[in-house]
């Protein structure tokens, strides 16, 4: 809101209002912004906002934006912009917001200011020339107390700043500390953050560090040699490795070896997957009722067993067929388990 009375000499006029009429307007016009302030809470929004705009329209009518006060034989043009323009600005805000309740104060003590400083005039000394009086109405609206200057910054900065001051109404004002005791109460303070921060060190290392040393310490458990089916398997080898001996079987011609080795490469994956347990002990039967509870495994792995029992177990011989469809049940099964 910026501010606001610019003030000019000009030719006495019959729509002039007197010092005393125009200190009259400005009491009538703080009272109504005083009815604002005072307004009660338990009214409904639209009864809020009726009243607030009859408030206006009122204030508005008593000091217009423009304005010629009579001294004497000399005239005084008073500009009032600065309150139409803060009047615009209450419209513009809810009935129920802080900012509302903000500029009707900042009204009230404007009008106040102006109020007090015209009664300064009214009461001053009898003998002042007409002149003085002229230039003293000046200067009473020239005040820096009636005159505020807007806020500088932006809108963000002047809400920030508003946060600040309520925040700090928030809390009990405190004597200003005499520079022996603010250093000594500094030292405390830097004390208490460092032991603070040294508790806090001590207890992230006695909580976390056993247990980063400890798997810094652990290492992975070497895999020992498996026997699945009897034949023996490698710490290191894998299904893959398994795979590629049977199709090396296939191409030299001992398919029922090959499908024998692609059985076993399907359990080891199968192993290698957490799905089965693989024990020496256990039969291809054990193996197939492991996986009773996937059903689609457990389909494909019927068959491949199947196979691998009648030619292996069966002793009847295998056909590039039966190895080209027992390795494509392989792939199958390896697939319906991901």
């Known amino acids: 809101m910026a501010a606001v009375f610019v003030v000019l000499s ?34 409904s929004p639209s009864q809020r906002e009726q009243f607030v705009a009859a408030t206006v329209a009122l204030v508005r009518a008593e000091l217009p934006a423009q304005e010629t006060v009579l001294l004497g034989r000399q005239t005084v043009a008073v500009d009032n912009t600065w309150l139409h323009e803060a009047l615009n600005n209450l419209e513009k805000v809810r009935a129920d917001s802080a900012q509302r309740a903000e500029l ?28 003085d009086n ?47 005791n603010a250093m000594a109460l500094s030292r405390i303070a830097q004390v208490i953050v460092i032991g603070v921060s040294v508790a806090a060190i001590g207890f992230l290392i006695w909580r976390f560090a056993p247990q980063y040393l400890h798997n810094r310490r652990k290492k992975k458990p070497r895999r020992e040699a498996r026997i699945v089916l009897g034949e023996r398997l490698e710490p290191d080898q894998t299904s893959a490795d398994l795979l590629a001996q049977a199709e090396s079987l296939a191409r030299s011609g001992d398919l029922r070896a090959a499908i024998r080795k692609a059985y076993i490469a399907l359990l080891c994956e199968l192993g290698d997957r957490k799905v089965i347990s693989l ?6 039967r054990d193996y197939l009722g492991a996986v009773r509870d996937r059903p689609s495994l457990f389909l494909s792995m019927r068959g491949l067993t199947n196979s691998f029992e009648i030619h292996w177990y069966g002793f009847v011989p295998a056909t590039p067929d039966d190895w080209a469809n027992f390795r494509a049940g392989y792939l199958n099964a390896v697939r319906s388990d991901r």
């Open 104 to 131: 009707v104060a900042h009204i009230d003590e404007r009008l106040r200011a102006l109020g007090e400083r015209l009664d300064e005039m009214q009461n001053g000394k009898p003998s002042a020339s007409k002149d």
């Open 279 to 284: 024990a020496q002990h256990k039969t291809n």
């Open 10 to 43: 000009c030719v006495a006029s019959a729509s002039a209002v007197t010092l005393e009429d125009y200190r009259h307007q400005v009491s009538r016009a703080r009272a109504s912004i005083q009815e604002l302030l005072a307004a009660s809470a338990d009214q």
């Open 134 to 180: 002229k230039t003293r109405l000046a200067e009473i609206l020239r005040r820096s107390e009636y005159n505020k200057q807007a806020e500088e910054g932006s809108a963000l900065t002047r809400l920030m700043n508003r946060f600040l001051r309520w925040l700090a109404s928030l809390f009990p004002q405190t004597k200003p500390l005499q520079p022996g």
